[in-house]
């Protein structure tokens, strides 16, 4: 089993920052993507994010430019930078990484969710 814990979520001013980390625990051999989507009242989760074990990054195109997301292999840890908020970006917060555990078998993986809600 593999454990997700988000933190760094929050109430923010319109033009604001925040950071949002997520740190993966359990039974992990290897991750591949790791990333953030988010969820809005009334709306489908929707990806943020991702970045691959080798550094390549995808990012929405409602977000490029303002925020940038990182990892550290190594602690399996990833991180979501986010600068000159907007009200839109309001929302929960999901972390998600795509695990192979030992025994040879992928599974994706949620965090709890943390809210981010940005003020006009």
């Known amino acids: 089993q593999v454990q997700l814990v988000e933190s760094g979520g929050g109430l923010v001013q319109a033009g604001g920052s925040l950071t949002l980390s997520c740190a993966a625990s359990g039974s992990i051999f290897s991750i591949n993507a790791m990333g953030w989507y988010r969820q809005a009242p009334g709306q489908q989760r929707e990806l943020v994010a991702q970045?691959?074990?080798?550094?390549?990054?995808n990012y929405a195109d409602s977000v490029k430019g303002r925020f940038t997301v990182s990892r550290d292999n190594a602690l399996n840890t990833v991180s979501l930078q986010m600068n000159s908020l907007k009200p839109d970006d309001t929302a929960v917060y999901y972390c998600n990484a795509e695990v192979l555990a030992y025994g040879g078998s992928w599974y994706n993986y949620w965090g709890q969710g943390t809210q981010v809600t940005v003020s006009s």
């Open positions: 970045i691959t074990s080798g550094g390549r990054t």
